[in-house]
């Protein structure tokens, strides 16, 4: 059974930082295809990074130059590090792999005050 468990949201002026985790379970995420995902009110659903299993990474323009996405294969961990927030950037962020079907994380709210 697949399972991803996102922490690390939470507050912070713009400017700020904050890193988020996706802790999976059931899957390796060194061999699959792991994005982190966020939804804003109102708003679609946006896919923001992805890291794939030959560690191919792709950002939407937005956050180019400010997030990071990396892995920690012994932790079977994704993070995202966002750097220079914005307020745009509050959303709910979901972390998402497919392995045999859509898993999503329950999401961590991410709120970037101006």
């Known amino acids: 059974q697949v399972q991803l468990v996102e922490s690390g949201g939470g507050l912070v002026q713009a400017g700020g930082s904050l890193r988020l985790s996706c802790a999976a379970s059931g899957v390796i995420v060194s061999r699959s295809v792991v994005s982190w995902y966020r939804q804003a009110p109102r708003n679609e659903r946006e896919r923001v990074a992805t890291?794939?299993?030959?560690?191919?990474?792709q950002y939407v323009d937005s956050v180019k130059g400010r997030f990071t996405i990396a892995r920690d294969n012994a932790k079977n961990t994704v993070y995202l590090q966002m750097n220079n927030l914005k307020p745009e950037d509050t959303s709910v962020y979901y972390c998402y792999t497919w392995v045999r079907g859509h898993h999503w994380g329950q999401g961590t709210q991410v709120t970037v005050s101006s």
């Open positions: 890291i794939d299993s030959s560690g191919t990474i």
